[in-house]
């Protein structure tokens, strides 16, 4: 089997090349190779999606039998599409991982593969969708890139995933990370809403074996990838962070209310922190049916914190530091609610 991974030196990426080679495939990356690095054993070309030359000299390194896109958070739409169109004549198949904000619904209802995606065309370019919120956007223009990938490969050559929260070793968004560090940091710990939540977060490296496991099966259609609805919470993952860190401090939960009403930031300053219904209602029933298995969270957690102590670096993103609660303002929270 012979794929290129478009980018394949960050997180998913990465864990997508070096279980590809696992398995004895001939694997090709594709980066401009300014942050991350390439797993040792893939053939790395260097190169940037939005030069047309970078792109004919991606296409006669070619062919592959299939080409998985893990990296296009920064391109919008018309890139995608151009970028399909260059590969089409020397790919069989194009798996491109999109997210579950592409869905209009997100995160506001239960969301299936059958859920509305928002409205963009294919061609659509950066400054499509932005009178909203950039995470509006995002998800805008993930799913014109849907449709650009359709329309250069045609629906039965494309398969598009569709994750949540994807947690793990190497992560560079900082959600884990951070709740790690505070957990290590000690003291009471604010802990957000009700430790029943239910959350979905899936492994980076059960993303990439079923990534893997679909691309060798010629798979088409749509896939949602998270956790099983209900298995795991909030506090559960609080408190395997505690313990997997050795800390003394303890959990002092604080209602949803009081955080939304204090003007705490949803998914960002408290991480994986929400209150839309839909945020963690995913159905992911499809993948599990097609093999999908995702670990224990507390095995993520085990691993990540390993990954931390064994002097892990991720890769420098803005991302990481709009994450967690200022200390001063997470003891100001708590001593309003001890207060009242």
């Excluded at 040792?40 to 004919?56: Q, Y």
């Excluded at 050559?157 to 990370?177: F, K, Q, T």
């Amino acid at each position: 089997m012979r794929i290129l991974v478009l980018g394949g030196s960050w997180f998913l990426g990465r864990a997508v090349a070096r279980q590809a080679l696992e398995r004895n495939w001939d694997v090709s990356t594709f980066s401009r190779g300014r942050s991350g690095r390439d797993v040792p054993g893939v053939r790395s070309i260097r190169g940037d999606r939005k030069v047309e030359a970078d792109l004919k000299r991606l296409a006669d390194a070619g062919p592959w039998d299939v080409v998985i896109d893990t990296s296009s958070a920064e391109f919008a739409p018309r890139r995608i599409l151009t970028g399909a169109r260059a590969l089409e004549p020397v790919a069989g198949r194009y798996v491109y991982v999109s997210t579950v904000n592409a869905y209009v619904g997100w995160p506001n209802e239960p969301l299936s593969e059958d859920s509305p995606l928002r409205e963009a065309p294919p061609d659509a370019d950066e400054e499509f969708g932005s009178d909203g919120s950039p995470a509006r956007q995002y998800g805008i223009q993930k799913a014109g890139s849907e449709r650009a990938v359709i329309e250069a490969f045609g629906a039965d050559r494309a398969l598009m995933l569709r994750p949540g929260v994807i947690l793990g070793p190497e992560e560079y968004v900082g959600r884990l990370p951070w709740w790690l560090r505070r957990a290590e940091r000690g003291g009471p710990v604010l802990a957000p809403g009700e430790p029943g939540q239910t959350i979905q977060p899936v492994d980076v490296r059960d993303v990439a074996a079923f990534t893997l496991d679909q691309a060798g099966a010629g798979t088409g259609g749509a896939f949602n990838i998270a956790a099983p609805i209900g298995r795991e919470t909030m506090g559960g993952l609080l408190t395997t962070c505690l313990e997997i860190t050795g800390s003394r401090g303890g959990l002092r939960w604080v209602p949803n209310e009081v955080l939304v009403e204090a003007g705490v930031r949803q998914w960002t300053e408290l991480p994986l922190w929400r209150t839309a219904p839909g945020g963690w209602a995913v159905d992911a029933s499809r993948a599990f049916a097609a093999g999908l298995v995702c670990r224990p969270l507390a095995e993520t957690v085990a691993d990540t914190w390993a990954w931390l102590q064994s002097g892990g670096v991720p890769v420098e993103h803005p991302r990481w530091d709009e994450h967690g609660i200022a200390p001063e303002r997470e003891r100001e929270i708590l001593a309003s609610v001890a207060g009242g």
